[in-house]
Protein backbone atom coordinates (compact mmCIF):
# COMPACT_ATOMS: atom_id res chain seq x y z
CA UNK A 1 0.00 0.00 0.00
CA UNK A 2 2.67 2.44 0.65
CA UNK A 3 4.08 1.73 -2.45
CA UNK A 4 1.08 2.49 -4.33
CA UNK A 5 1.13 5.84 -2.81
CA UNK A 6 4.20 6.69 -3.43
CA UNK A 7 4.20 6.14 -6.99
CA UNK A 8 0.86 7.83 -7.20
CA UNK A 9 2.30 10.72 -5.25
CA UNK A 10 5.21 11.19 -7.88
CA UNK A 11 2.81 10.90 -10.67
CA UNK A 12 1.07 13.80 -9.67
CA UNK A 13 4.48 15.16 -9.04
CA UNK A 14 5.56 14.11 -12.82
CA UNK A 15 2.50 16.23 -13.46
CA UNK A 16 2.57 19.59 -11.69
CA UNK A 17 6.13 19.42 -13.34
CA UNK A 18 4.84 18.86 -16.94
CA UNK A 19 1.55 21.21 -17.09
CA UNK A 20 3.04 24.33 -15.89
CA UNK A 21 5.92 24.00 -18.81
CA UNK A 22 2.81 23.34 -21.21
CA UNK A 23 1.22 27.07 -20.14
CA UNK A 24 3.91 28.68 -21.30
CA UNK A 25 3.95 27.05 -24.63
CA UNK A 26 3.29 29.42 -27.91
CA UNK A 27 -0.06 28.92 -28.64
CA UNK A 28 0.13 27.23 -32.16
CA UNK A 29 1.97 24.31 -30.06
CA UNK A 30 0.26 24.66 -27.12
CA UNK A 31 -2.92 23.99 -28.40
CA UNK A 32 -1.33 20.32 -30.36
CA UNK A 33 1.33 18.97 -28.83
CA UNK A 34 0.82 20.86 -25.46
CA UNK A 35 -2.61 18.97 -25.33
CA UNK A 36 -0.79 15.76 -26.33
CA UNK A 37 1.58 16.23 -23.64
CA UNK A 38 -1.38 16.89 -21.48
CA UNK A 39 -3.64 13.45 -22.17
CA UNK A 40 -0.27 11.49 -22.34
CA UNK A 41 0.93 12.72 -18.87
CA UNK A 42 -2.78 12.19 -17.48
CA UNK A 43 -3.23 9.03 -19.15
CA UNK A 44 -0.13 7.44 -17.13
CA UNK A 45 -1.61 8.57 -14.03
CA UNK A 46 -5.20 6.78 -15.22
CA UNK A 47 -3.45 3.53 -15.69
CA UNK A 48 -1.92 4.03 -11.94
CA UNK A 49 -4.91 4.62 -10.53
CA UNK A 50 -6.98 1.81 -12.11
CA UNK A 51 -3.69 -0.57 -11.99
CA UNK A 52 -3.48 0.24 -8.09
CA UNK A 53 -7.15 -1.63 -7.81
CA UNK A 54 -5.72 -4.79 -9.20
CA UNK A 55 -4.13 -7.40 -7.60
CA UNK A 56 -0.63 -8.30 -7.95
CA UNK A 57 -0.63 -10.73 -10.91
CA UNK A 58 -3.48 -9.09 -12.64
CA UNK A 59 -1.17 -5.87 -12.39
CA UNK A 60 1.57 -7.24 -14.93
CA UNK A 61 -0.85 -7.19 -17.68
CA UNK A 62 -0.12 -3.45 -17.85
CA UNK A 63 3.49 -3.41 -17.59
CA UNK A 64 3.01 -3.06 -21.86
CA UNK A 65 -0.02 -0.05 -21.40
CA UNK A 66 2.65 1.59 -19.58
CA UNK A 67 5.28 1.06 -21.76
CA UNK A 68 3.65 2.36 -24.84
CA UNK A 69 2.32 5.89 -23.16
CA UNK A 70 5.47 6.38 -21.88
CA UNK A 71 7.07 5.90 -25.42
CA UNK A 72 4.82 8.39 -26.60
CA UNK A 73 5.16 10.94 -23.99
CA UNK A 74 8.85 10.36 -24.30
CA UNK A 75 8.91 11.35 -27.71
CA UNK A 76 6.72 14.40 -27.50
CA UNK A 77 8.90 15.76 -24.64
CA UNK A 78 11.83 14.93 -26.82
CA UNK A 79 10.13 16.87 -29.86
CA UNK A 80 9.04 19.78 -27.54
CA UNK A 81 12.76 20.12 -26.47
CA UNK A 82 13.98 19.63 -30.14
CA UNK A 83 11.65 22.47 -31.54
CA UNK A 84 12.58 24.76 -28.86
CA UNK A 85 9.58 24.98 -26.66
CA UNK A 86 11.03 23.60 -23.68
CA UNK A 87 14.85 23.91 -22.42
CA UNK A 88 17.57 21.94 -22.27
CA UNK A 89 17.62 22.41 -18.67
CA UNK A 90 13.48 21.48 -18.15
CA UNK A 91 14.05 18.21 -20.79
CA UNK A 92 16.71 17.03 -18.57
CA UNK A 93 14.25 17.63 -15.06
CA UNK A 94 11.59 15.89 -16.85
CA UNK A 95 13.40 12.92 -18.38
CA UNK A 96 14.91 12.64 -14.89
CA UNK A 97 11.81 12.20 -13.03
CA UNK A 98 10.29 10.14 -15.62
CA UNK A 99 12.78 7.62 -15.00
CA UNK A 100 12.25 7.92 -11.76
CA UNK A 101 8.66 6.88 -11.89
CA UNK A 102 9.46 4.62 -14.50
CA UNK A 103 11.78 2.77 -12.51
CA UNK A 104 8.93 2.68 -9.33
CA UNK A 105 6.00 1.39 -11.68
CA UNK A 106 8.39 -1.44 -13.01
CA UNK A 107 9.16 -2.71 -9.43
CA UNK A 108 5.38 -2.12 -8.85
CA UNK A 109 4.28 -4.33 -11.18
CA UNK A 110 6.42 -7.29 -10.60
Request: aromatic letters at 12%; glycine letters at 0%; charged letters at 30%.
Amino acid sequence: MKDDFLIFQKAYDFVMLIFPIITKMPKDHRFILGQQLEEKTLSIVDLIVTVNKLNTNDRKKYFTKFSDAFDLLIFRIRLSRDLKLITEKQYMRIIEKENELIKLIHNWLH
